[in-house]
């Protein structure tokens, strides 16, 4: 936790490039080639697995598993012969539940492009179904970066997970994050009240009134206005606050991604120098040439991950908006920045020929701008991921995972059932419109495809623990190491399971090289 706290700025420099990662692998080119069809199974997947996990974790009682979650309901005191007590309690309680549930079955949402990524390159994989795949995976993380966004705002704004009576809204601090001290602070206090009342014979009313003038002294606001115009703006900005947040995101974020690919288009390319003379002046002129290769190689990657570092921090601690969005969003422009400009030109025509040539060289630099990022992302990618899950695994807490062990493996299977169920649903729609959802030959390859589609969206890593790890410093005082356990358990059990069923379904649709030399 200490070791954590103390490398808070390369714990955001991984999330950062995670983040910008995720956003560089969605192609605007290959979107528009199987939108429809993309799109359809994107929603679906989203949906149902959504759909499932939720209900199995709050109607199916699973909640009742998680550590964490137990502990506050436990702690939540109440008047034991008191209906209208009970019955908040019970209502604070389902809350609590919904919030919880709410957070992880988005994150089941989630999807790794880069394991991915990864298989198809180990098994030499080409074709319509990886396509497909990677293209849904692509979509469906930048979906679930805005949902888990949202989520989080409105759990922080609406106080769903407050301990204190009546859920009273959180105050922000200066980097944004809930004021934490204070809620503990007037949760200790009412819990103290509430059990000397119980103990002592003090008047109800008496109680009651120290409670609100202590809610309204420590909460820093009101439970009940005296003005109820004043009390309905209230409540509207409280509701209005999670859109807004995640608005500003992607409007920071796009307007981030235009440096970033106006930089790295402009920045030298590593090249490769020839040398003469003797030997001892070729070894000598050979080790500076190398190092300046080496430096000029290293300039992009250098600037990625520092200017992803710096809007992730800005975009949080400055303008307390979300950072994870931000950076999607940013690496989204400035991967597709040569798409959206070609698409634009398609729409006009080229007056002369002086202005036909002008687009053609902006088009080649817009594409090179695209391609040193990626090449910067492919750079920093081995890095980022070890020091990332080094630190994921030093931020785990055991004992919460042991505790919650049943509860992660019961999730794992409700969102494979949930994925099950999405893939069905999603080749039936496609298959009532469209010869098939797959644009394969031969029926049995087909009715192959859509048996093992289901298999190619399990596994889950670098996205999914970047989200959870957000989440874990966004209510790091109270609940979020706690949650961030339980979930980083799940993931990890997606991870193990994910890339080997990932890889029969890749065998069994015929795309693996290694069924073709077979």
Same mark, same amino acid.
């Given at each position: 936790?200490?070791?954590?706290?103390?490398?808070?700025?390369?714990?955001?420099?991984?999330?950062?490039?995670?983040?910008?990662?995720?956003?560089?692998?969605?192609?605007?080119?290959?979107?528009?080639?199987?939108?429809?069809?993309?799109?359809?199974? !994107?929603?679906?997947?989203? %949906?149902?697995?959504?759909?499932?996990?939720?209900?199995?974790?709050?109607?199916?009682?699973?909640?009742?598993? =998680?550590?964490?979650?137990?502990?506050?309901?436990?702690?939540?005191?109440?008047?034991?012969?008191?209906?209208?007590?009970?019955?908040?309690?019970?209502?604070?309680?389902?809350?609590?539940? *919904?919030?919880?549930?709410?957070?992880?079955?988005?994150?089941?949402?989630?999807?790794?492009?880069?394991?991915?990524?990864? =298989?198809?390159?180990? !098994?030499?994989?080409?074709?319509?179904?990886?396509?497909?795949?990677?293209?849904?995976?692509?979509?469906?993380?930048?979906? @679930?970066?805005?949902?888990?966004?949202?989520?989080?705002?409105?759990?922080?704004?609406?106080?769903?997970?407050?301990?204190?009576?009546?859920?009273?809204?959180?105050?922000?601090?200066?980097?944004?994050?809930?004021?934490?001290?204070?809620?503990?602070?007037?949760?200790?206090?009412?819990?103290?009240?509430?059990?000397?009342?119980?103990?002592?014979?003090?008047?109800?009313?008496?109680?009651?009134?120290? /409670?609100?003038?202590?809610?309204?002294?420590?909460?820093?606001?009101?439970?009940?206005?005296?003005?109820?115009?004043?009390?309905?703006?209230?409540?509207?900005?409280?509701?209005?606050?999670? =859109?807004?947040?995640?608005?500003?995101?992607?409007?920071?974020?796009?307007?981030?991604?235009?440096? /970033?690919?106006?930089?790295?288009?402009? /920045?030298?390319?590593?090249?490769?120098?020839?040398?003469?003379?003797?030997?001892?002046?070729?070894?000598?002129?050979?080790?500076?040439?190398?190092?300046?290769?080496?430096?000029?190689?290293?300039?992009?990657?250098?600037?990625?991950?520092?200017?992803?570092? !710096?809007?992730?921090?800005?975009?949080?601690?400055?303008?307390?908006?979300?950072? %994870?969005?931000?950076?999607?969003?940013?690496?989204?422009?400035?991967?597709?920045?040569?798409?959206?400009?070609?698409?634009?030109?398609?729409?006009?025509?080229?007056?002369?020929?002086?202005?036909?040539? #002008?687009?053609?060289?902006?088009?080649?630099?817009?594409?090179?701008?695209?391609?040193?990022?990626?090449?910067?992302?492919?750079?920093?990618?081995?890095? @980022?991921?070890? =020091?990332?899950?080094?630190?994921?695994?030093?931020? %785990?807490?055991?004992?919460?995972?042991?505790?919650?062990?049943?509860?992660?493996?019961?999730?794992?299977?409700?969102?494979?059932?949930?994925?099950?169920?999405? *893939?069905?649903?999603?080749?039936?729609? %496609?298959?009532?419109?469209?010869?098939?959802?797959?644009?394969?030959?031969?029926?049995? !390859?087909?009715?192959?495809?859509? #048996?093992?589609?289901?298999?190619?969206?399990?596994?889950?890593?670098?996205?999914?623990?970047?989200?959870?790890?957000? *989440?874990?410093?966004?209510?790091?005082?109270?609940?979020?190491?706690?949650?961030?356990?339980?979930?980083?358990?799940?993931?990890?059990?997606?991870?193990?399971?994910?890339?080997?069923?990932?890889?029969?379904?890749?065998?069994?649709?015929?795309?693996?090289?290694?069924?073709?030399?077979?």
């Amino acid at each position: 936790m200490v070791v954590r706290e103390s490398l808070w700025l390369v714990d955001n420099a991984c999330l950062s490039v995670i983040g910008v990662s995720a956003g560089a692998e969605l192609s605007a080119r290959d979107l528009r080639g199987d939108a429809r069809k993309i799109i359809v199974w !994107t929603i679906s997947i989203a %949906l149902f697995t959504w759909m499932t996990v939720f209900t199995a974790f709050t109607v199916g009682k699973v909640s009742d598993r =998680v550590e964490f979650l137990e502990d506050m309901n436990q702690n939540d005191f109440y008047d034991k012969d008191d209906d209208s007590s009970l019955l908040r309690r019970q209502k604070r309680r389902y809350l609590r539940a *919904c919030a919880v549930g709410s957070l992880i079955a988005t994150l089941s949402i989630a999807r790794s492009p880069a394991s991915a990524i990864a =298989v198809l390159r180990e !098994t030499e994989a080409r074709g319509p179904f990886s396509k497909l795949v990677v293209s849904v995976t692509v979509l469906k993380d930048v979906l @679930v970066v805005v949902l888990f966004a949202l989520n989080m705002e409105m759990i922080e704004s609406l106080g769903l997970m407050d301990a204190s009576v009546g859920g009273s809204t959180s105050s922000r601090g200066s980097d944004g994050s809930q004021n934490s001290s204070s809620r503990s602070e007037s949760s200790t206090v009412v819990s103290s009240l509430m059990m000397v009342n119980e103990t002592r014979d003090i008047n109800h009313d008496q109680t009651s009134a120290l /409670l609100r003038h202590l809610m309204t002294t420590i909460g820093g606001e009101e439970t009940t206005s005296t003005n109820d115009y004043e009390y309905q703006m209230r409540s509207i900005i409280r509701a209005l606050e999670p =859109v807004v947040s995640v608005f500003g995101s992607f409007v920071f974020g796009f307007f981030a991604g235009a440096p /970033l690919h106006s930089v790295l288009r402009r /920045l030298p390319s590593p090249s490769v120098a020839q040398t003469d003379g003797g030997d001892h002046q070729a070894a000598h002129v050979n080790v500076k040439t190398r190092f300046r290769a080496l430096m000029r190689q290293s300039m992009k990657p250098l600037f990625t991950i520092v200017y992803s570092t !710096t809007i992730f921090v800005v975009s949080k601690r400055l303008f307390l908006l979300e950072p %994870l969005l931000v950076c999607v969003c940013c690496g989204i422009f400035c991967a597709n920045r040569g798409n959206f400009s070609s698409a634009a030109a398609t729409t006009r025509t080229a007056a002369d020929e002086d202005a036909a040539n #002008k687009l053609a060289q902006q088009q080649i630099f817009n594409a090179i701008g695209s391609k040193s990022l990626h090449s910067s992302l492919v750079s920093l990618q081995p890095f @980022v991921n070890l =020091v990332f899950f080094t630190l994921a695994g030093v931020a %785990l807490e055991m004992e919460h995972v042991m505790r919650s062990a049943q509860a992660a493996i019961l999730l794992v299977a409700f969102r494979i059932l949930g994925i099950f169920i999405a *893939c069905r649903i999603a080749s039936r729609l %496609l298959l009532s419109s469209e010869t098939s959802s797959f644009s394969g030959s031969g029926d049995n !390859t087909i009715e192959q495809q859509r #048996k093992v589609a289901w298999m190619a969206h399990v596994t889950q890593a670098g996205v999914a623990l970047g989200l959870a790890r957000t *989440c874990s410093v966004k209510f790091s005082a109270t609940w979020g190491e706690q949650f961030a356990s339980v979930a980083t358990a799940m993931i990890a059990l997606n991870l193990l399971i994910g890339p080997p069923l990932f890889r029969i379904a890749l065998t069994r649709v015929g795309e693996a090289s290694s069924t073709e030399d077979n």
